[in-house]
């Protein structure tokens, strides 16, 4: 009697946990798109109106359900989660989200969202954003930007300490430089 009554508290305390964390973050998750001047309720009313808006909605939908921060590895008192994120023009859609710790990547190059071990961003783009060098990366989209069409990149950075959170994001243009990024 006793390990049913053990196990049924523990269940109850272990959903109750999940669900308190997938609240808290859902309520990150829409600050991000809230920074990033996404608003998520006016996309799904024009999804039906646009196949782009239609595919990027069921990536972000989609990233939400999975809850890809509760698969990072972070300390709600003391890290930095970084974010970057480019929705291609032809529906294809790039997200790395990283920490000093961990790494995730999600694509969609294949037809549909899924998880990869591919790096999607260069290496050097992803050290300027956790360096937070905002000056350097308008630089680098000047000298080194992609042909056109030109492609934005959201950069999002989560800051965490002692339990509370603050976000900050920004968008640029794609760069690549041959030289520099050619072997990554």
């Known amino acids: 009697m006793k390990k049913y009554i053990f196990g049924s ?9 999940g669900t308190s964390r997938n609240t ?37 939908n989609k990233l939400i359900q999975w809850d890809y921060l509760a698969k990072l590895n972070y300390s709600k008192e003391n890290d930095t989660i970084y974010i970057l994120e480019m929705d291609g023009i032809q529906g294809d859609f790039f997200f790395t989200v990283w920490n000093k710790n961990d790494t ?38 000047k000298i080194n930007k ?3 069409p030109e492609e934005i990149i959201y950069a999002t950075k989560i800051t965490f300490n002692k339990g509370k959170y603050f976000i900050d994001c920004f ?3 794609d760069f690549f430089n041959l030289k520099r990024d050619g072997v990554d």
């Open 146 to 148: 992609v042909n056109l």
């Open 9 to 17: 508290v523990f269940a109850c305390i272990f959903l109750c946990c």
């Open 24 to 60: 808290y973050h859902s309520k990150i998750y829409h600050k991000i798109y809230n920074c990033q001047g996404i608003d998520i309720k006016l996309l799904n009313q024009n999804r039906k109106h646009s196949r782009y808006v239609k595919i990027q909605m069921d990536n972000i």
């Open 171 to 173: 968008t640029f243009n």
């Open 104 to 141: 995730l990547s999600y694509t969609n190059e294949p037809g549909k969202l899924m998880q990869t071990e591919q790096r999607l961003f260069t290496k050097y783009m992803m050290k300027l954003v956790s360096d937070w060098n905002i000056p350097e990366i308008r630089r680098e989209e």
